[in-house]
T-cell receptor, first 109, second 113 residues
Framework: SQQGEEDPQALSIQEGENATMNCSYKTSINNLQWYRQNSGRGLVHLILIRSNEREKHSGRLRVTLDTSKKSSSLLITASRAADTASYFCATDRTNDMRFGAGTRLTVKP | NAGVTQTPKFQVLKTGQSMTLQCAQDMNHEYMSWYRQDPGMGLRLIHYSVGAGITDQGEVPNGYNVSRSTTEDFPLRLLSAAPSQTSVYFC????????????FGPGTRLTVL
């Protein structure tokens, strides 16, 4: 069974707007990671947040983690058309990584 | 570095046929894994390896075999292909622990008729 569940399943915004995607999971984790996948391509690692961290930034990306609620969010600020992709959260327990079904983000120019 | 490479990119099989999906990495990573991605399902872990000679099952291992004779290579074997194995298969590697970034190959799109 999948561990992470992203919400929403699809998101459409205008260029320049912010995009927020959420991820909920069910069991304890060591870390949570966010990946991007362009259509027909492999996954690209975006950011990793450890279970003892609450917030992390990388460029236009901001990730939060609330282990008490078993949830995480990914914020992309000042979105660009090139950010159009599917975004996945993945929870990591030792060597067993579980992915959610993803959020499909469309950024309109 | 080439990173993680996979061959072939596309493959069509008939039910009952067997084949091997190849995966190689040139980053000297200890950990390698295989995932399948079905529409609307995200990625599911098939098998993984924490080093040469060591493999273990993931979430959906049935119908697949793996071996890890070298650090670089981690082939996935389909023993007797079934239509339910139609999917996109991704290989990934990372240096070691779960705190390391995982790198994905470009994928193999497999169709079983």
């Amino acid at each position: 069974s999948q561990q992470g569940e992203e919400d929403p399943q699809a998101l459409s915004i205008q260029e320049g707007e912010n995009a927020t995607m959420n991820c909920s999971y069910k069991t304890s984790i060591n870390n949570l990671q966010w990946y991007r996948q362009n259509s027909g391509r492999g996954l690209v690692h975006l950011i990793l947040i450890r279970s003892n961290e609450r917030e992390k930034h990388s460029g236009r990306l901001r990730v939060t983690l609330d282990t008490s609620k078993k949830s995480s969010s990914l914020l992309i600020t000042a979105s660009r058309a090139a950010d159009t992709a599917s975004y996945f959260c993945a929870t990591d327990r030792t060597n067993d990584m579980r992915f959610g079904a993803g959020t499909r983000l469309t950024v309109k120019p | 570095n080439a990173g993680v490479t996979q061959t072939p990119k596309f493959q069509v099989l008939k039910t009952g046929q067997s084949m091997t999906l190849q995966c190689a990495q040139d980053m000297n990573h200890e950990y390698m894994s295989w995932y399948r991605q079905d529409p609307g399902m995200g990625l599911r872990l098939i098998h993984y390896s924490v080093g040469a000679g060591i493999t273990d099952q993931g979430e959906v291992p049935n119908g697949y075999n793996v071996s890890r004779s070298t650090t670089e290579d981690f082939p996935l074997r389909l023993l007797s292909a079934a239509p339910s194995q139609t999917s996109v298969y991704f290989c990934a590697s990372r240096a070691g622990t779960y705190t390391d970034t995982q790198y994905f190959g470009p994928g193999t799109r497999l169709t079983v008729l």
